[in-house]
C-alpha cells in the first residue's frame, strides 16, 4: 500500500522560501502523478500545482506560477514543492497527493493517496 509523508513545513517571513518534500513510501513514486494542494483555515483545499509522469509535466494554479516550483525525484521516491517570496497569504496545510493515473489533474478528487499534511506559516 503506498503512503505519502509531507516534511519541510515551518514558519518564515514573507518573502523568504520553503521547500517541502513529499517522501513516497510502500510502492515506487514511478509511473504516479503527484500533486500538491493547500487548505487555510475556513477555506477549501485548493490545488497548488502537480506534476505528471510520462511524459514529466507541470502545472501550477495561477498564484503559484513563478513562485512555485514542483519537481519529481522518482529515484528517491521523493516530490519536492519549493515555494518562494512566500507571503501571508500563503499561510495553510500543505497536502501531497497521488493519482494512480500519472495525471497532473486539478481536481482533489482524481487522486487516491494522501498524506497528512504539513503547516506553512508565513507572517509580515
Known amino acids: 500500500q503506498v503512503q505519502v509523508e509531507e516534511h519541510g513545513g515551518g514558519t518564515v517571513q514573507a518573502g523568504e522560501s520553503l521547500r517541502l518534500s513529499c517522501v513516497v513510501s510502500g510502492r515506487p513514486l514511478r509511473g504516479y502523478g503527484a500533486g500538491w494542494f493547500r487548505q487555510s483555515q475556513g477555506k477549501e483545499r485548493e490545488y497548488v500545482g502537480a506534476v505528471s509522469w510520462n511524459p514529466v509535466t507541470t502545472k501550477y494554479a495561477n498564484f503559484a506560477k513563478g513562485r512555485f516550483t514542483i519537481s519529481r525525484d522518482d529515484a528517491a521516491n521523493t516530490v519536492s514543492l519549493q515555494m518562494d517570496n512566500l507571503q501571508p497569504e500563503d499561510t495553510a496545510v500543505y497536502f501531497c497527493?497521488?493519482?494512480?493515473?500519472?495525471?497532473?489533474?486539478?481536481?482533489?478528487?482524481?487522486?487516491?493517496?494522501w498524506g497528512r499534511g504539513t503547516q506553512v506559516t508565513v507572517s509580515p
Open positions: 497527493a497521488l493519482d494512480e493515473a500519472g495525471s497532473y489533474a486539478r481536481f482533489a478528487n482524481r487522486y487516491q493517496t
